[in-house]
């Protein structure tokens, strides 16, 4: 029963609290809970913030040309996703492809086994468009999954996208091989990024555990 009563204050909550839009670039917008940080690394630009239950990181990045094809999306996501795997030692739980604007993206469920001390439960988000790459992600604790969950979709939802540009289609060794090599770029940044919101999102809950034996 207490557990179901927290649960609707979180959901009251959320809904309630004015979220904060962000222009990812001229064509992606997307809403965090609160202000968030901005970085840039290796020509990919980070935002990232939290609350009480999470962590919500997005990073974008131009890939320049050539500009991946339509048919070669589902390989370079494959990429990315084969990548985070390796580096965090992840434990792939669910695979989900999605549409937005058309446009095909692909979603992972997947829990970390690098550190027992991190955020071990991760869904993260990712799709290409107009040869921009956008990759947003919310880390949590198993423990908080379900009361996280609500904010979760809340996030994943707030993303907004025009003016899409669908390549036309010309299959050559060139490209393919350019989006192999840019799926690789990204999981490398994407590492770096889980790796940093981990720590401080541990550093957040140290911390009001501090305040709240004081």
């Given at each position: 029963m207490k557990y179901l009563i927290v649960l609707l204050l979180i959901s009251n909550f959320s809904f309630s609290q004015e979220w904060?839009?962000?222009?990812?670039?001229?064509?992606?917008?997307?809403?965090?809970?609160?202000?968030?940080?901005?970085?840039?690394?290796?020509?990919?630009?980070?935002?990232?913030?939290?609350?009480?239950?999470?962590?919500?990181?997005?990073?974008?990045?131009?890939?320049?040309?050539?500009?991946?094809?339509?048919?070669?999306?589902?390989?370079?996501?494959?990429?990315?996703?084969?990548?985070?795997?390796?580096?965090?030692?992840?434990?792939?739980?669910?695979?989900?492809?999605?549409?937005?604007?058309?446009?095909?993206?692909?979603?992972?469920?997947?829990?970390?086994?690098?550190?027992?001390?991190?955020?071990?439960?991760?869904?993260?988000?990712?799709?290409?468009?107009?040869n921009n790459v956008i990759s947003y992600e919310f880390i949590t604790y198993s423990e908080n999954k379900q009361l996280a969950a609500i904010n979760k979709n809340k996030f994943f939802n707030s993303i907004s996208i025009s003016k899409v540009i669908v390549p036309k289609e010309k299959e050559t060794n060139d490209t393919y091989k350019s989006g192999s090599k840019s799926g690789k770029i990204v999981f490398y940044v994407s590492i770096i990024v889980l790796l940093i919101g981990g720590v401080l999102l541990i550093l957040n809950r140290n911390r009001k555990r501090n305040i709240k034996t004081k």
């Open positions: 904060t839009k962000i222009e990812l670039n001229e064509f992606a917008s997307i809403k965090f809970p609160n202000p968030s940080d901005v970085k840039n690394n290796r020509q990919a630009k980070i935002y990232s913030t939290s609350d009480d239950v999470g962590r919500y990181i997005v990073m974008t990045k131009d890939l320049g040309d050539p500009k991946l094809k339509e048919s070669e999306l589902y390989g370079f996501y494959q990429d990315v996703i084969a990548g985070t795997l390796k580096t965090t030692q992840g434990e792939l739980l669910e695979t989900n492809e999605f549409i937005l604007n058309g446009i095909l993206g692909m979603e992972i469920l997947y829990k970390t086994n690098l550190n027992s001390l991190l955020t071990d439960l991760r869904q993260k988000r990712i799709i290409l468009i107009n």
